[in-house]
């Protein structure tokens, strides 16, 4: 179970520009759940994953993950309970080391890194294996610089990365906004058969619509750092893009151009 | 160029290899643009050369040397993860004070080692060998040993950068939002890094002391320079991703550059003097800089031909 309660974060405190990006979010989501976010610029997405990853610390509110404060936790010290994706497929990989290399800096996440070599062959075979799971000929490239792959094949190693460790929650960054539509497509699905396979615990923020109801068992939207709405379960596979939209505008009560989600 | 002047060049070559792998460490691997050598290899040569004067064995007067190496780049790093001063300025700061904890070390300019027994001399022994291959003795001996000291810490440190701890590091220079992402804590790894990195430095200053004779407050001026060159040169030479290969292409840059400058000053037709030696390092870096940019025009005209080729055949199917 992680819980977000109360989390208030502002930035810029005191200058023009103060923005107020969390608001008092409160969110829960129990284990084995695959929650999709979606929202405007500015609703508090990305403050949102910062937050449960630790890379940004709220100053209100408290985060658990199966009840343990980690408030104050900073992101490598939580890097064993939380597993991310970028959304730029540069920013989750080294593109100066190797494939095999990056694993096996994926491989130790949360664990105390020794002296030890990086790379056995168990390792080695562990990450051949998992790569022969893409299905894009990757496990006979382990040697090659990461540099070398297309942003979808970043993005499908990263994932493959994400899942090489123990975890309590995945987080996905809005990881196929950079891809083109058939990439990305490929990445999606690659992400629900990881995520169901592993019986993962994943939030997913997405610009898509689409992609939050087909994907994912639960879908949140935030609106000016709070929970607009909150849906599941029979309501939410009866859901479609124009309701979503109709539901959004009732809850908060104002007309909202459908472009300004779809792309906002 | 004489025998002694090319034994000569291959010795200093050497000793500088290391502030070379220093060099590789900050700004390579960690990505940290560090001057602090200019103080870190001074205060070796210092330590190492007051240490021994005063009856130290050479032994732990070298393994102080590092250790005040090590603590000079954990000032540097702690003055940019702890309050954030660029990483230029804060190492420009460290290197500046380090200049007076020289002085301070020495209790004057210069400590002279004339007659003093060092690292070289636990091999004298080997001395009749070089006499039987007719070259010369103590500065064979000299090069023999700095050569064992290069290369068995390459070999530490090429071990080190492929251990899971040596892998975070390269990964906190490379990419720290990932790197944290992934657990790594990339303030403590720039710590150890900018440590590891300056002890090696003042590992050079102590083998440099030793080597010449004596150490001076002045030694330091310019080491970044000379230490980035000979990085530049290797991977200009020897372009690779092993990184152990990496390692022994600063080494051979290091190497090239003493001997390049060397052969600049000896040979009489350019008509250089020891005091060009500034003029010659930045020419040679300056090329080092260019070299790895510019085309070779060769190559670029033979694939000119290849593609004009493809396209007749091309258009003939």
């Not at chain 2, 002279?112 to 001996?141: M, R």
């Not at chain 2, 190497?255 to 250089?272: E, F, K, P, Q, T």
């Given at each position: 179970m992680i819980t977000v309660s109360a989390a208030e974060v502002t930035f810029g405190?005191?200058?023009?520009?103060?923005?107020?990006?969390?608001?008092g979010l409160d969110l829960s989501i129990p284990a084995g759940e695959f929650v999709t976010v979606i929202g405007s610029n500015g609703a508090g997405k990305s403050t949102l994953l910062n937050v449960l990853s630790g890379d940004t610390t709220p100053e209100k509110g408290k985060v658990e993950i199966d009840g343990i404060d980690?408030?104050?936790?900073?992101a490598p010290k939580r890097a064993g309970l939380v597993a991310r994706v970028f959304q730029d497929p540069m920013a989750g990989t080294c593109e100066a080391m190797s494939i095999e290399e990056n694993m096996a800096l994926a491989h130790a996440r949360g664990r105390r890194r020794g002296l030890g070599l990086a790379l056995h062959g168990r390792e080695r075979a562990l990450f051949r294996e998992r790569l022969a799971?893409?299905?894009?000929?990757?496990e006979n490239r382990l040697g090659d610089s990461m540099g070398l792959l297309s942003g979808g094949q970043r993005q499908a190693v990263s994932l493959l990365m994400a899942t090489l460790a123990g975890m309590k929650i995945l987080l996905l960054d809005e990881h196929t906004a950079a891809l083109d539509p058939r990439t990305a497509d490929f990445v999606l699905k690659l992400t629900q058969r990881i995520i169901a396979e592993h019986g993962l615990t994943a939030l997913m923020v997405t610009h898509s619509m689409r992609n939050a109801l087909d994907y994912g068992t639960r879908t949140v939207m935030l609106h000016e750092g709070r929970v607009a709405f909150d849906i599941a379960g029979e309501r939410r596979r009866n859901l479609d893009v124009p309701d979503l939209l109709n539901l959004f505008a009732t809850v908060r009560g104002e007309q909202l151009a459908d472009d300004s989600l779809l792309l906002g | 160029m004489s025998l002694i002047a090319t034994i000569g060049a291959v010795e200093v070559g050497l000793v500088y290899a290391l502030v070379a792998l220093g060099v590789f460490l900050s700004?390579?691997?960690?990505?940290f643009p560090d001057l602090t050598v200019d103080g870190s290899f001074p205060l070796g040569a210092a330590v190492a050369a007051t240490l021994i004067a005063i009856g130290l064995d050479p032994v732990s007067a070298t393994l102080i040397a590092i250790l005040a190496g090590a603590l000079a780049g954990l000032v540097t790093a702690w003055l940019y993860v702890r309050f954030g001063i660029l990483q230029l300025l804060a190492s420009i700061l460290t290197m500046i004070a380090l200049f007076s904890v020289n002085l301070r070390v020495m209790g004057k300019p210069n400590v002279s080692l004339l007659g003093q027994s060092t690292l070289i001399d636990y091999f004298a022994g080997i001395k009749p060998v070089f006499a039987a291959l007719g070259l010369p003795g103590q500065a064979s001996l000299k090069v023999v040993v700095v050569g064992i000291l290069v290369i068995v810490v390459t070999a530490l440190l090429g071990r080190f950068l492929v251990s899971e701890f040596g892998l975070a590091m390269r990964a906190t220079g490379a990419n720290p939002r990932m790197a944290r992402a992934q657990g790594i804590a990339t303030a403590r790894q720039t710590y150890c890094g900018m440590a590891l990195s300056n002890g090696l430095v003042a590992l050079a200053g102590a083998l440099f002391a030793q080597t010449a004779g004596f150490a001076d407050v002045?030694?330091?001026?310019g080491t970044i320079v000379v230490g980035l060159a000979a990085v530049i040169l290797g991977e200009t030479i020897l372009p690779t991703r092993s990184i152990l290969v990496k390692l022994i292409a600063c080494i051979l840059g290091s190497i090239l550059y003493r001997l390049a400058i060397a052969l600049a000053l000896n040979s009489g037709a350019l008509g250089l003097q020891a005091s060009d030696l500034n003029l010659v390092t930045a020419v040679l870096v300056g090329i080092a800089l260019i070299l790895p940019g510019a085309r070779n025009p060769l190559k670029s005209m033979l694939r000119r031909k290849a593609a004009a080729g493809d396209a007749q055949s091309g258009a003939a199917s």
């Amino acid at each position: 179970m992680i819980t977000v309660s109360a989390a208030e974060v502002t930035f810029g405190r005191g200058t023009p520009l103060q923005t107020r990006a969390l608001r008092g979010l409160d969110l829960s989501i129990p284990a084995g759940e695959f929650v999709t976010v979606i929202g405007s610029n500015g609703a508090g997405k990305s403050t949102l994953l910062n937050v449960l990853s630790g890379d940004t610390t709220p100053e209100k509110g408290k985060v658990e993950i199966d009840g343990i404060d980690v408030t104050r936790w900073s992101a490598p010290k939580r890097a064993g309970l939380v597993a991310r994706v970028f959304q730029d497929p540069m920013a989750g990989t080294c593109e100066a080391m190797s494939i095999e290399e990056n694993m096996a800096l994926a491989h130790a996440r949360g664990r105390r890194r020794g002296l030890g070599l990086a790379l056995h062959g168990r390792e080695r075979a562990l990450f051949r294996e998992r790569l022969a799971l893409l299905g894009l000929g990757l496990e006979n490239r382990l040697g090659d610089s990461m540099g070398l792959l297309s942003g979808g094949q970043r993005q499908a190693v990263s994932l493959l990365m994400a899942t090489l460790a123990g975890m309590k929650i995945l987080l996905l960054d809005e990881h196929t906004a950079a891809l083109d539509p058939r990439t990305a497509d490929f990445v999606l699905k690659l992400t629900q058969r990881i995520i169901a396979e592993h019986g993962l615990t994943a939030l997913m923020v997405t610009h898509s619509m689409r992609n939050a109801l087909d994907y994912g068992t639960r879908t949140v939207m935030l609106h000016e750092g709070r929970v607009a709405f909150d849906i599941a379960g029979e309501r939410r596979r009866n859901l479609d893009v124009p309701d979503l939209l109709n539901l959004f505008a009732t809850v908060r009560g104002e007309q909202l151009a459908d472009d300004s989600l779809l792309l906002g | 160029m004489s025998l002694i002047a090319t034994i000569g060049a291959v010795e200093v070559g050497l000793v500088y290899a290391l502030v070379a792998l220093g060099v590789f460490l900050s700004f390579r691997v960690l990505e940290f643009p560090d001057l602090t050598v200019d103080g870190s290899f001074p205060l070796g040569a210092a330590v190492a050369a007051t240490l021994i004067a005063i009856g130290l064995d050479p032994v732990s007067a070298t393994l102080i040397a590092i250790l005040a190496g090590a603590l000079a780049g954990l000032v540097t790093a702690w003055l940019y993860v702890r309050f954030g001063i660029l990483q230029l300025l804060a190492s420009i700061l460290t290197m500046i004070a380090l200049f007076s904890v020289n002085l301070r070390v020495m209790g004057k300019p210069n400590v002279s080692l004339l007659g003093q027994s060092t690292l070289i001399d636990y091999f004298a022994g080997i001395k009749p060998v070089f006499a039987a291959l007719g070259l010369p003795g103590q500065a064979s001996l000299k090069v023999v040993v700095v050569g064992i000291l290069v290369i068995v810490v390459t070999a530490l440190l090429g071990r080190f950068l492929v251990s899971e701890f040596g892998l975070a590091m390269r990964a906190t220079g490379a990419n720290p939002r990932m790197a944290r992402a992934q657990g790594i804590a990339t303030a403590r790894q720039t710590y150890c890094g900018m440590a590891l990195s300056n002890g090696l430095v003042a590992l050079a200053g102590a083998l440099f002391a030793q080597t010449a004779g004596f150490a001076d407050v002045t030694v330091g001026t310019g080491t970044i320079v000379v230490g980035l060159a000979a990085v530049i040169l290797g991977e200009t030479i020897l372009p690779t991703r092993s990184i152990l290969v990496k390692l022994i292409a600063c080494i051979l840059g290091s190497i090239l550059y003493r001997l390049a400058i060397a052969l600049a000053l000896n040979s009489g037709a350019l008509g250089l003097q020891a005091s060009d030696l500034n003029l010659v390092t930045a020419v040679l870096v300056g090329i080092a800089l260019i070299l790895p940019g510019a085309r070779n025009p060769l190559k670029s005209m033979l694939r000119r031909k290849a593609a004009a080729g493809d396209a007749q055949s091309g258009a003939a199917s």
